[in-house]
């Protein structure tokens, strides 16, 4: 009997002690240092990079981006005006500024932030509407050009989830939304997915008190919706 | 026990009816549209949904239209020929928002001197 105590005990403890070592997510406050030192207001939304072959995946993201971001409290430099005003300046081409300095974006828009999006993959799976999506955003700021945060998602969506007792009419169903699955809410679900931990904009009310709140994902992750 | 759930139940039923933070309408599939098409088509459809954004501010919990629908709904206004509505919704974009008031600015003096440079090439 005394043996078999001692072993639970032991167990016990060696339960105890490896939940004590397992990490805890690490916070908004230490993994966006950037955000809460400098409290960034306005993004410039820079036109997605796409290196798929789906030539309409960048219209996808350009046109889904601003409302993620402005939800968490951001001030978005409205899409058409800053496709414009780039253009005018002979700047519409994202992939020249991904390393290069950012100076004249501070000139020009007065923005806080640049966010380079980049499309690594949208491909088609099958007739079923099943997509995988990889997207990274990269945000640098505008004075120093430094990266001050980075993120990878690689997304799996299924058109339609939907069970049915009959396979002919699951395949059936599967294959019809599959055709008409519309794109745009996917793409911003990918944004959200993406911003849903930045910490909160100074238009959000809970700005400059989410620090202590923990991070969801990691620099790269993987999400199926 | 009764009370505690019944709190908790309300308490649920409240944040489900939490009002977002702004409304937003048809917003994201007229932007879409409008990148893809680039027609007058889709230019009207835009202009349509930016206006019910306006309109419709108040059922968003700041009860003003999101960052930058002001200002790209006037840039289109002003393209139409409509400059005294759009100028009035770059306005209303610079005092929401006044971080967008230097870029508006700059806008607005790239669009006028575009104009100087076509009036001068054709004398």
């Given at each position: 009997?005394?043996?078999?105590?001692?072993?639970?005990?032991?167990?016990?403890?060696?339960?105890?002690?490896?939940?004590?070592?397992m990490?805890?997510?690490?916070?908004?406050?230490?993994?966006?240092?950037?955000?809460?030192?400098?409290?960034?207001?306005?993004?410039l939304?820079?036109?997605?990079?796409?290196?798929?072959?789906?030539?309409?995946?960048?219209?996808?993201?350009?046109?889904?981006?601003?409302?993620?971001?402005?939800?968490?409290?951001?001030?978005?430099?409205?899409?058409?005006?800053?496709?414009?005003?780039?253009?005018?300046?002979?700047?519409?081409?994202?992939?020249?500024?991904?390393?290069?300095?950012?100076?004249?974006?501070?000139?020009?828009?007065?923005?806080?932030?640049?966010?380079?999006?980049?499309?690594?993959?949208?491909?088609?799976?099958?007739?079923?509407?099943?997509?995988?999506?990889?997207?990274?955003?990269?945000?640098?700021?505008?004075?120093?050009?430094?990266t001050?945060?980075?993120?990878?998602?690689e997304?799996?969506?299924?058109?339609?989830?939907?069970q049915?007792?009959?396979?002919?009419?699951?395949?059936?169903?599967?294959v019809?939304?599959?055709?008409?699955?519309?794109?745009?809410?996917?793409?911003?679900?990918?944004?959200?997915?993406l911003?849903?931990?930045?910490?909160?904009?100074?238009?959000?009310?809970?700005?400059?008190?989410d620090?202590?709140?923990?991070?969801?994902?990691?620099?790269?992750?993987?999400?199926?919706? | 026990m009764?009370?505690?759930?019944?709190?908790?139940?309300?308490?649920?039923?409240?944040?489900?009816?939490?009002?977002?933070?702004?409304?937003?309408?048809?917003?994201?599939?007229?932007?879409?549209?409008?990148?893809?098409?680039?027609?007058?088509?889709?230019?009207?459809?835009?202009?349509?949904a930016?206006?019910?954004?306006?309109?419709?501010?108040?059922?968003?919990?700041?009860g003003?239209?999101?960052?930058?629908?002001?200002?790209?709904?006037?840039?289109?206004?002003?393209?139409?020929?409509?400059?005294?509505?759009?100028?009035?919704m770059?306005?209303?974009?610079?005092?929401?928002?006044?971080?967008?008031?230097?870029?508006?600015?700059?806008?607005?003096?790239m669009?006028?001197?575009?104009?100087?440079?076509?009036?001068?090439?054709?004398?």
């Amino acid at each position: 009997m005394r043996h078999i105590k001692f072993i639970f005990t032991l167990m016990a403890s060696a339960i105890l002690l490896a939940s004590c070592n397992m990490q805890k997510p690490a916070t908004r406050g230490e993994t966006f240092e950037h955000f809460y030192a400098e409290k960034p207001l306005s993004i410039l939304v820079m036109p997605p990079v796409n290196q798929t072959t789906n030539v309409e995946a960048k219209e996808y993201f350009y046109a889904t981006m601003h409302r993620p971001l402005a939800n968490k409290g951001y001030y978005t430099i409205p899409p058409f005006i800053a496709a414009e005003i780039l253009q005018m300046e002979g700047a519409y081409d994202t992939e020249i500024f991904m390393e290069q300095s950012l100076e004249a974006f501070g000139t020009v828009f007065q923005a806080d932030l640049v966010l380079f999006p980049i499309i690594h993959k949208w491909k088609k799976i099958g007739a079923l509407g099943e997509i995988l999506i990889d997207l990274q955003f990269i945000f640098r700021d505008v004075n120093t050009g430094e990266t001050v945060f980075s993120r990878y998602g690689e997304f799996r969506y299924q058109a339609n989830t939907a069970q049915s007792g009959n396979i002919f009419v699951w395949l059936f169903s599967n294959v019809v939304s599959a055709a008409i699955t519309d794109y745009v809410p996917v793409s911003r679900q990918c944004v959200e997915y993406l911003v849903s931990d930045l910490p909160y904009g100074k238009y959000h009310l809970e700005f400059a008190k989410d620090a202590n709140l923990r991070v969801l994902y990691g620099e790269q992750f993987r999400m199926n919706f | 026990m009764r009370k505690i759930t019944g709190i908790l139940i309300l308490t649920a039923l409240m944040s489900s009816c939490a009002k977002p933070m702004y409304y937003w309408g048809k917003y994201d599939d007229a932007v879409y549209s409008h990148q893809k098409n680039l027609d007058d088509r889709s230019a009207k459809r835009l202009i349509a949904a930016y206006a019910d954004v306006v309109n419709n501010a108040k059922k968003g919990q700041r009860g003003v239209p999101p960052p930058g629908v002001y200002a790209d709904y006037g840039f289109f206004l002003i393209q139409q020929g409509r400059e005294k509505q759009g100028e009035r919704m770059l306005e209303l974009e610079m005092q929401t928002y006044p971080e967008s008031a230097f870029f508006i600015q700059q806008l607005l003096k790239m669009m006028s001197d575009r104009v100087e440079d076509g009036k001068k090439a054709s004398r």
